[in-house]
Structure formats: structure tokens, C-alpha cells
């Protein structure tokens, strides 16, 4: 990198290999679909931040321990010294203090921490664009990493700012405009939205939803539809629901919905069945969402109805996906996940979670008992996902090894269709110093 500072606005986004860095990778972390060792792990400064200054409130209520706090800000003093958003040295320097305080409920540290807290938010993005701009810039990853993760902490949709960064790429913008936009983006207030939700099939409609503030008739539905959104076909539908919402954005005010829909059908499971035909409602798979401040409607398709994408793959690749004459232990952690690809969040969570622990924390060991069942399986989890980090990484990097003539390690790793070895190729290859030959991947 070199020593003198470039304007970020000199750096165009389609030619500037720093720039495109940038845009890759914020293309891979609000992509829903990117590979999950691409995503993003990471937690903004910001909220972090503010997830410690909720950490010693409810260590005041018994709920954490001290440990768990001090812990935590232990972690923070490590992850944000290298943040160059944060500020000046004077206010990292009194940041350092109050990390290193134990930061009791109530006390002096305690309420500096929520100011500080509120110094930092302010002017977090222009900063790091300002650190782009000096003489020695961060690496594009640990700008896009803190840029991305500021964005959907503000509340951001991962749709909306996929096709936010999209639209930059396509107009051809220089990076100092992605970065000015994130600025404005950060510095947004929530909006007000209406969301109409048409079902297929709603059960007991008549006496369940008939009385309620937000129910709408199917004439009433597509009465709606032709005054805010214009174009928009006749649809079959059997009534729905109109909410109103406040959110950053029209993805976002639909996920919220995407939310309150899987609250609805997981209560109707609970009510009698009284008549032939489905007694769980079906929603249309498709809301309406109407921007009230930019009179704009939005046909947006409903996150999670063709569930959220967990999938285990050793099950097709091992030909188990219908083994279950013999229940198994990995059996029993499957049917407590389940909830996760298909059903409301707070059972998909602690399904999600019940799963590891029953996987990972042996019942009969005392030493686990000792340590915390939690902390048990989240350190042995933590350890499989750094893992299998590396493992998933080279995998892609073999199915993309393309050399125009062919060379040794393409001939090898036409000859091996296990991923894990393949991996172990790559591996030996890139520590030998032999060059892989990688196939144009778009974004």
C-alpha cells in the first residue's frame, strides 16, 4: 500500500482493485446466499457496545455474573482497539478505563460508558472514510467488515442493503460515494410503512379474525391494492391482515411481518379442529409494503416461507436423509433443530440451541456439569466452526482451480471427489507455493 493518501472519491468501484475489495465482500455479507464462511460474523462496534452496557443490568438482577461481564469487556478492549471508527486517542483512552472497571449497574462507569457509547455512534462511518483517506488506510476487509456490520446494526434489511451496494456498482460510483451514502444511511430515522398480508387459507376467519383493528376482507384487500399499488393484478386470496409498521426500510417493515405471520400460524396450531379442510392459515407467500413518506408500494416475497436455509448436507452426501429405523442421538438433536427452517423465532433459538447442547455436552460428565452446560457447548461449538472455517474455504478454492493447460493439482483433484481431501490438496498446494489458478467468480 502506498505511503501518500488517496482521495477516496478518486477510487472507482469498478476499476479500483481497494474499492472492489470493498464491494465484494459487502456484496457477500447482505447476500442471504453467499456461503456461510463469507458472511458476516461480526457484531458493529456500536451495539456491542451497547449489548455491555445492558450486561451490567442484568448482573445487577442476578441474571449474569460478574465473570460474564468482565469477560465480555475483556473481549471489547481486544476486538475495538483496532476499530478506527471509534475517535480520538482522548476518547479511547477513557474507553480503556471503563472496560477495565468492571462497570458496576449505576455506577460513574456505567453512565459514561452509555455517553461514550452515543460519542461513537456519532460520526462512525464518516470516520473510517476518513481513515480511508490517510496514509496508511485499513485493509478493505476490516473497513467492509465494520461498515456492513454498522449498517444492519442501525436496523438495515440484508435485502435492502444488497441492493443498496448493487446500485452503487452498477452507477458506476467511486468508493468515497459508498462511503458518504453509508454515512447518510447510518445517520436514518425509522419509516412508517403499511404492510398488507393476503392469505390462501384462514380458518375460523369469521369468528378468530373478523373483530380485529387489522382485518381486511378480500375486497377490501384488493380495493387497497389498486389505490397503493398501481398495476398490481387482482389476486386470489381469502382476506388478510393490514399492519402498520415502523422500520428503515420497505425490506425490512416485511420481515417484521415475516415475524408476526409465524406468531399467528404457531398459535392457530393450538385451536381445535372443527371442520374437513386445512385449520392452519396460509398466508400468500407475497406482502405489499407502502412507503407513507415516498407513496411507494413494494410486492415483496415473505422471508422464511420456504424456510431459512439450514440444511445439513452430510445427509444427502451420506445417504441418511430417510435412515431412521434406528433413532440416534443426532436423530433427536434434528427434531429438537427443527423449529429452525420453519417456525417463530423464539423456538427456532432455543430449539437451535437444545440441539447443540444435546450434541455437544456429555449428561454423565461432571467436569461439563462443573464448567456450565452453555459455556461447555458454546466453546466446543466456537472450536468446530474455527474449524471448519478454514476446511470450507479451500473446498470452494479446488472447485474453482481452472488453469487454461492443467497442472499437477488439477490432475489430482480430478481424481478425488471427496471435499475433505480435496481441501487437504489445496492445503499442500498453496503451502508449497504453487499458484492456484482460480475461475472468474462474479459477484
Request: aromatic content about 6%; some cysteine; glycine content about 8%.
Amino acid at each position: 500500500m502506498s505511503n501518500s493518501p488517496v482521495d477516496p472519491f478518486t477510487r472507482d468501484l469498478d476499476t479500483d482493485v481497494y474499492a472492489q475489495h470493498i464491494t465484494v465482500r459487502l456484496t457477500d455479507f447482505f447476500s442471504d446466499t453467499s456461503p456461510w464462511p463469507r458472511r458476516l460474523w461480526d457484531t458493529g462496534a456500536v451495539l456491542a457496545l451497547q449489548e455491555l452496557f445492558e450486561a451490567s443490568e442484568w448482573c445487577a438482577k442476578s441474571v449474569l455474573s460478574s465473570g460474564s461481564v468482565n469477560w465480555q469487556a475483556r473481549d471489547l478492549e481486544r476486538l475495538l482497539g483496532r476499530d478506527r471508527g471509534l475517535g480520538d486517542r482522548d476518547l479511547r483512552s477513557h474507553l480503556t478505563k471503563i472496560l477495565r472497571s468492571g462497570i458496576p449497574n449505576g455506577s460513574r462507569h456505567h453512565r459514561m460508558l452509555q455517553q461514550i457509547t452515543d460519542l461513537v455512534a456519532d460520526g462512525y462511518i464518516p470516520r473510517w472514510s476518513a481513515a480511508v483517506a490517510n496514509t496508511s488506510p485499513p485493509s478493505a476487509e476490516r473497513c467492509s467488515r465494520a461498515v456492513a456490520s454498522h449498517l444492519l446494526d442501525c436496523g438495515y434489511s440484508m435485502r435492502f442493503l444488497h441492493r443498496w451496494v448493487q446500485g452503487h456498482v452498477h452507477a458506476n460510483n467511486s468508493l468515497g460515494d459508498l462511503l458518504q451514502s453509508a454515512a447518510q444511511l447510518s445517520d436514518g430515522t425509522d419509516r412508517q410503512f403499511e404492510v398488507i398480508v393476503p392469505f390462501t387459507s384462514l380458518p375460523q376467519a369469521q369468528d378468530q379474525a373478523h373483530g380485529l383493528d387489522e382485518w381486511c376482507s378480500a375486497d377490501e384487500i384488493n380495493q387497497w391494492l389498486a389505490d397503493k399499488a398501481e398495476g398490481s393484478p387482482r389476486i386470489r386470496q381469502n382476506g388478510g391482515f393490514l399492519y402498520r409498521v415502523e422500520a428503515k426500510d420497505a425490506f425490512g417493515a416485511s420481515d417484521l411481518i415475516s415475524g408476526a405471520v409465524d406468531r399467528l400460524v404457531a398459535r392457530s396450531s393450538y385451536t381445535r379442529r372443527r371442520s374437513r379442510g386445512r385449520y392452519v392459515p396460509e398466508p400468500l407467500g407475497k406482502v405489499w409494503v407502502y412507503d407513507i413518506r415516498e407513496k411507494k408500494c413494494h410486492e415483496i416475497s415473505l422471508q422464511g416461507s420456504d424456510g431459512r436455509g439450514a440444511v445439513v448436507l452430510s445427509l444427502s452426501t451420506e445417504k441418511r436423509v430417510y435412515a431412521v429405523a434406528r433413532p440416534t442421538a443426532l436423530d433427536d438433536a434434528l427434531e429438537l433443530a427443527a423449529p429452525l427452517n420453519h417456525g417463530s423465532p423464539g423456538p427456532a433459538i432455543s430449539g437451535g440451541w437444545a440441539a447443540i447442547e444435546s450434541l455437544l455436552v456429555a449428561p454423565g460428565d461432571g467436569e461439563d456439569s462443573k464448567e456450565g452446560r452453555g459455556a461447555v457447548a458454546a466453546d466446543r461449538m466456537a472450536s468446530l466452526v474455527a474449524c471448519s472455517w478454514p476446511r470450507a474455504e479451500l473446498t470452494t478454492l479446488s472447485h474453482r482451480h481452472d488453469p487454461a493447460a492443467g497442472d499437477r493439482l488439477a490432475a489430482e483433484l480430478s481424481r478425488e471427489p471427496a471435499n475433505r481431501e480435496r481441501a487437504r490438496l489445496v492445503a499442500d498446494a498453496v503451502s508449497a507455493g504453487r499458484p492456484l489458478m482460480l475461475a472468474t467468480n462474479p459477484m
